[in-house]
């Protein structure tokens, strides 16, 4: 099973900073990587797929990028709708695997 | 638009069964795989179950392997996932998610919540 470790767990930032978080799998997943963005009380929203793809509908303020162990997902200027939890996940392998999730909350 | 409603959550007992569905609207339900994913209270997201667009081929989280079942009916949209010998660390919101083109989860319902205590 592939490991998707996420860092930091949590990260206090003001609207308008810039904020990077870190995901990191046991083994390589080629770019078979997502991001997901999940709001309280909310089902999770698909962001990045493919390392680096924004979805549908997608800001330009997120982008991806990363290969093989090490991924990262970059909100350029925090809006005050950015403030969530955010989840990567592989789809390289089974089972699928999600990593445990970074909060974005406000400092 | 794309819809999926999740139903049949609710509480049971452990070692009981429960059979959830999930009805698809607004794509071709019958050309694309379909997962379950499930978050148990204040926690993250856990792969479960998926099936393949025909319903030919399944897969299982090896903590869920030999005690739930997927299944599709792609002549009336919906996606089932019956559920047997319940635990308590089965309790989650359980989420019916359509897979994109390239396999990612581009569409989730609402979740249904399963509870198993005495």
């Not at chain 1, 770019?31 to 309280?40: F, G």
């Not at chain 1, 990363?66 to 005050?80: A, K, M, N, R, V």
């Not at chain 1, 939890?85 to 695997?97: I, L, S």
Request: hydrophobic fraction near 30%.
């Amino acid at each position: 099973e592939t490991v998707l470790t996420q860092s930091p767990a949590t990260l206090s930032l003001s609207p308008g900073e810039r904020a990077a978080l870190s995901c990191r799998a046991s083994q390589s997943v080629s770019s078979d990587l997502a991001w997901y963005q999940q709001k309280p009380g909310q089902a999770p929203r698909l962001l990045i797929y493919d390392a680096s793809n924004r979805a549908t509908g997608i800001p330009a303020r997120f982008s991806g990028s990363g290969s093989g162990t090490d991924f990262t997902l970059t909100i350029s200027s925090l809006e005050p709708e950015d403030f969530a939890v955010y989840y990567c996940q592989q789809r390289n392998n089974w089972p699928r695997t999600f990593g445990q999730g970074t909060k974005v909350d406000i400092k | 638009e794309v819809q999926l409603v999740e139903s049949g959550g609710g509480l049971v007992q452990p070692g009981g069964s429960l059979r959830l569905s999930c009805s698809a609207s607004g794509f071709t339900f019958s050309n694309f795989p379909i997962h379950w994913v499930r978050q148990a209270p204040g926690k993250g997201l856990e792969y479960v179950s998926a099936i393949s667009s025909s319903g030919v081929s399944t897969y299982y989280a090896d903590s869920v392997k030999g005690r739930f079942t997927i299944s599709r009916d792609n002549s009336k949209n919906t996606l089932f996932l019956q559920m047997s010998s319940l635990r308590p660390e089965d309790t989650a919101v359980y989420y019916c998610v359509k897979c994109s083109s390239s396999y990612y989860y581009d569409s989730w319902g609402q979740g249904t919540l399963v509870t198993v205590s005495s």
